[in-house]
């Protein structure tokens, strides 16, 4: 019975113990608390980006220093069209992920002969010439409405359910939004296409050999993890009930710090995109209000953390928390062991 | 009618007191980039955080010669100082204990500082209010012969400083015991070590000249552009494109690199003015037009370091 349980714990499903369970929490915890709906949302549209991250950086080795550039595409893109093109949101959004994907595939191009570094350069461009350009000048007026940018983009109805003004339901669309694509990004890495992205992080060289399509996979990496900062954009666009979209949150120095959050919870695990949303929402309401440190200080202790942990705790977050588990239930598995085969001998 | 303004915008005087203009930031890129390139070739590290040290450095000269009101010798002192502190903390005790670990962790090890030092300006020095230059020239210029074209002292300064600077840092490099450590530990770290090369205080060097060109580059760009923390943080990407244009290596091509740079940038300005953010597209295209160029050439730069 025990060894059955040390089993089970051990297990690669023993994940499913946590998710179920996580899940319940995220369905209850929007009702429980109104007054924090909007924030705890906000968690969901962090977790999608750190999750972006997660299929690029985790599974692929590949660093991107853009992300909040694919999600800002995402917002404009998505509330452009709801705002001023009057397609519904259920339409624009997937327009939306679509624009962002190929935003991501074009930035890949560059990376395809090369990694590391260059890609790590040509990302840090992009989000800087976006930054300063691209969604503040009048000369991309058609996307970003600039200067006074998209305001008006309407959340939709499903079969007669209003979301416009109902917090609540827009805090399930975005838990169901964050849940689809958790499970997305799980299939892929448990199939065909996440072992040759392994294999890909791993050599480059060996895969090649071997006959894996490496511009095939790096692409679609590049473009699932795009999708998926864009659908968190999307989600942003009807994140007021102005539908209002301003270029402020996709900052360059947001997406550096998406990035370090990203490996701060520990990348190569999918589930450190729940703690990476908490943490980008959280951390900031825990220092301010709990431990009353300035609003100012709390990007510096993230960053001060980020580099700490890369010293100290290269797997991050998750990851040393999985190895803890682990190396407990390693401990105890040779006691529970014979005793347990000394019940069945007995 | 507005067509022909802009066209008309395009004037021998223009283009020429433009191209000035860009050269002496062009110049600037260029140490900055320089110092980048000089830092990876030694020890192997893109340090995305160049543009945050200057930044850093260039404050601390703001605070000692416009808040305290020192000379500005003072100043620049400062900062030589605090760069050079930046450079051996970041080296000693961020990534040097990530010996043998991928490059991504210690690129993101230099965005942590990036995103740490930044923070720390925009806390101390704050990120949108304007900050008074700090000045070695006087502002003042003279004119070209025949032309009606104002070379400032400044830039002038700029150019001759950057020049000096780069041929120091080639004597250092050719002349010197510590400059040929230096490229003894570029070429390969484990053959220097068996030579006897102090590979640990070789790399700890080579990463505070790097940051102390990345001070100079800085405290020397405040006459010319509206200084904030972002802004300065941002000239990484300028040295970064410079240090692509010199392939990550070489350290000739790369103070080219940088001063092309700077005039690219520099003169879709005439035609549209100060339109916010046409210079960093300028950028971002030679960013682009370079790696997809050289791409297979960068590849065996990087896999030789």
Redesign the interface.
Known sequence: MRRGMSLLLGSPRAVWLLAIPALAVGIVLGPLFPQQQLTLTDVFIAGLLVLSLVVLTGFTGQISLCQATFQGLGAFVAGNLVAYHGLSWWVAAPVAIAAAALLGVLVGLPALRLRGLQLAIVTLAVAVVFDNYVFYTPHFRWLTHAPEFVAGARRPTLLGLEFQNRPLRFYYLALAVFVLALLVVRNVRRGKTGRVLRALRDSEVASSVNGLDLTRYKLLAFGLSAAIAGASGALLAIRFDAGSVSPSPFDFVHSLNITAIAVLVGVNFIPAAVIGGILDRYFQVLATDVLHIAFDWVPLILAAALIAQIVLAPEGLWGALRHTYYSLLARGAPKILPAGSGAEGG | MHEALALGNFTVGNILSYTAAGIATGCLYALAALGLVFIFRVSGV?N?GQGAVGMFATFCAYQVSIQWGAPAVLGVLAALVVGAALGYVIER??IR??EG?????K???T??????L???A??IWGNNAYHQAVRLVSKAGFNLPGIDVVIGYDQLAVIIITVVLALGLAALLRYTTIGLQMRAVADSPSTGKLWGVRVNRITSLSWMTGSVMAAIAGVLITPFINFTP?ALT?I??HA??AA?IGN?VSLPLTLVGGIVLGVVENLPRIPFGS????D??A??IV??VV??AR??R??SA?RTV
Do not use: H, R
Not at chain 2, 101 to 105: G, I
Not at chain 2, 275 to 278: D, F, P, S
């Open positions: 893109l995305f005790f961020t204990p990530l670990k991928p490059t991504v962790a690129v993101i090890v965005v942590g500082w990036l995103l740490a930044q923070q720390v925009g806390i972002t941002i990484v990407i970064l494109a692509l990550l339109v916010g953010g046409i960093s597209a950028v971002f960013i682009l790696l997809l791409a297979k960068l590849a990087v």
